[in-house]
């Protein structure tokens, strides 16, 4: 990339999910209350203490460029690059003791997400991605496994309950063709489709600092990542409050059939 500081950036938005780890562990199993939001989705207190901290350090490093946080909303709006954040992805899961949840980065420039980080704090797994860059998994390469057909492919969604009425019925056609799904996979399924442990992730009602960072993860990884009818996902900062439906496939050839099963002939 000729994107001034790409490295530093790079080397950023790791240092954040490290910075808000010891809060994020200090706060797991820990008994705290949870307030719903006003989309009756549960926060913490240790979302909003996690989100402060990685705000402030990109003011320090950065303070012209824009943030986009879960819990906080946006601050300059239009700035040409900008950081996406969700320190807890996966706040159900981390609220019931399941360890699956995670803190999630990405790096937006113009409207293009250029650098993306999920990190799994009770695991350890860390995938990076990068644009024109190998995804790593914990500083090794990884990439997406071959599968040709859709009838041998295993599925993930974090849950039946984040599609629409019409989009569920949707998802079963794609869950009828393949040949296992799993649920409450939040975040890491993702990373786990970029390391070639699953082929599929099909979501609904996405916002985008649920799904930026895993852009650049799946694409560099050899995968691809679109909407329901194949079209590549947008990240305009100002949509922040839109939802989106999400579609990754490990092998390209995949992607067709997933789109047929979902009612896209794109």
């Known amino acids: ?72 909303g946006i601050t300059r709006p239009n700035s040409e690059i900008f950081w996406i954040l969700d320190p807890i992805d996966g706040t159900k899961s981390f609220i019931a003791g399941k360890p699956t949840f995670g803190s999630l980065v990405a790096v937006v420039h113009k409207d293009r997400p250029i650098i993306g980080v999920i990190d799994i704090p009770m695991s350890g797994d860390r995938w990076v991605g990068a644009a024109d860059r190998r995804t790593t998994l914990k500083n090794v390469e990884v990439s997406t496994r071959p599968c040709k057909e859709i009838e041998s492919a295993w599925l993930c969604a974090t849950s039946h309950k984040m599609f629409t009425s019409n989009h569920y019925q949707k998802f079963c056609e794609l869950e009828e063709k393949c040949a296992n799904v799993i649920f409450g996979t939040d975040c890491m ?41 194949g079209l590549p996902l947008k990240i305009h900062p100002t949509a922040y409050q839109d939802r989106y439906s999400v579609l990754a496939v490990g092998d390209q050839t995949l992607l067709a059939p997933a789109l047929s099963a979902l009612g896209s002939h794109s």
């Not at 989100?51 to 986009?68: A, T």
């Not at 599929?200 to 799946?218: G, K, Q």
């Open 189 to 229: 399924g993702y990373g786990l489709l970029a390391s070639g442990w699953l082929d599929i992730v099909c979501e609904d009602t996405m916002a985008l600092h649920d799904f930026a960072a895993h852009i650049p993860i799946i694409e560099g990884a050899g995968g691809v990542i679109t909407d329901w009818a």
């Open 1 to 72: 990339m000729t994107i001034s500081n790409f490295d530093h950036m790079l080397e950023l938005s790791e240092t954040l999910v490290e910075a808000v780890r010891p809060t994020v562990l200090a706060g797991f199993r820990s008994g705290g209350h949870a307030d719903n939001k006003s989309d009756s989705s549960p926060v913490t207190q240790t979302d909003r203490d996690a989100e402060i901290i990685m705000r402030k350090i990109i003011e320090h490093e950065y303070p012209e460029h824009g943030i986009l946080g879960e819990e906080f």
